[in-house]
């Protein structure tokens, strides 16, 4: 019965067809003319990888003082995971009350972002962190007005949308700078958008690697400098979170905080499946090349004697690249994902076989982690990676501890 009334709440959001693309922002805008602008602080979060990441430690820096909502994308199990206030996730019978925003004719992520600006004001928050979904100059997000712009780092992604070029992407992840100070973390040519960018709109720049600096310093521990210095220990997972707690640590001080209450922000941070252990498993949702290759660069973090890779992904993604990028394994078992845009297992391993690498070809994810579980030794860890999505469904048949 649970379940069936679950269905009956959401399932005008769900209509909406999750996967369905169309970049403008001509129904966005209509929605804020006649429901107004927020009126709380906002940090709005772009960039290729570590977006979720630096939205969870910068709302939890915020949540020391302040109520705080945020928004990300995708989720892993439910809906509900992408609109939070103060670590509470919205309610089933709270979406069902907006299902008045069809009229809109929203897309899926419309929708929600559409849903998320009216209950952060609803629950009167002081601040909401945004997360970009798709590129930035056209995404549904940006509609808003920040009280800061991150963009943690452009590669190449989307390229069907955002063009295929560094600079196509990073113009299109800067699209929204707007006129409030700006902190990236991009390098090279994808810095020099970003500058020309904020010299014309005239907006301070911070740059990690230039003005913020990160090194590591232990076992996910670093030390950040910024206008003071922190030594600050991750609670997740992965070197990479250097570059994105450099990033949470300069918007701390942007926004006033104390040195304490940004290392406690930080370090009670929680982000699931990114870089997450459950038992000798090891969940990634590194979803493009360079997200795999952070991923495998953050292997040598763990002791272990062999890796099992169970490996799903969507069709638009640049999969060639990805399997390229993983490190070295036992064996890789290819699956598919339970979502209409998941590339098959078939096509995993004939395009694993030209990359030099045979993948098994597994029914469902559930026998793909029994295959792992067979074959894998005592001291082996199994990587389930490639998708958020794929690891949520790894998240929900874990939980049932058949598996850790």
Known sequence: MYYCNIYFLIVWIDELKENEIDLSLKRMKEFIEENGKPEYKI??????????????????????????????????????????????????????????????????????????????????????????GLGGRCDATNVVEPELTIITNVFKEHEEYLGNNIHSIAREKAGIIKNSPVITACRG???????????????????????????????????????????????????????????????????????????????????????????????????????????????????????????????????????KNLPSAKSYIGVSIGNERSLSPQKISEIGSEMGRKFIIAKNLRNAIKEAENISGKNDIICIVGSLYLVGEALKILDENSFA
């Open 43 to 132: 940090i709005h979060v772009g960039g290729t990888n570590g977006k979720g990441s630096v939205c969870q430690f910068i709302g939890n820096i915020l949540h020391r003082k302040y109520k705080v909502g945020i928004y990300t994308s995708p989720h892993l199990n439910r809906v509900n995971e992408r609109i939070v206030v103060n670590g509470m996730e919205i309610k089933d019978g709270e979406i069902k009350k907006y299902s008045y925003l069809k009229k809109y004719g929203f897309t899926y992520f419309e929708a929600l972002t559409a849903i998320a600006i009216l209950y952060f004001k609803e629950k009167n928050v002081d601040y909401a962190v945004f997360e970009v």
């Open 189 to 323: 040519k994808a810095l020099n958008v970003i500058k020309s960018i904020a010299r014309k709109k005239k907006v301070k720049l911070y740059v990690v690697g230039e003005n913020i600096t990160y090194k590591k310093i232990g076992r996910n521990e670093f030390l950040i400098k910024a206008d003071r210095e922190y030594k600050i220990k991750s609670p997740l997972e992965g070197n990479f979170q250097g570059e994105n707690i450099a990033i949470s640590v300069k918007a701390g001080e942007i926004l006033g905080f104390e040195e304490k209450d940004i290392i406690e922000g930080i370090e009670n941070a929680v982000w699931k499946g990114r870089m997450e252990r459950v038992g000798k498993f090891l969940l990634d949702g590194c979803h493009n090349p360079h997200a795999v290759k952070s991923f495998t660069a953050s292997l040598k973090n763990f002791d272990y004697d062999e890796l099992i890779i169970i490996f799903g992904v969507m069709k638009d993604k640049n999969v060639r690249e990805m399997i």
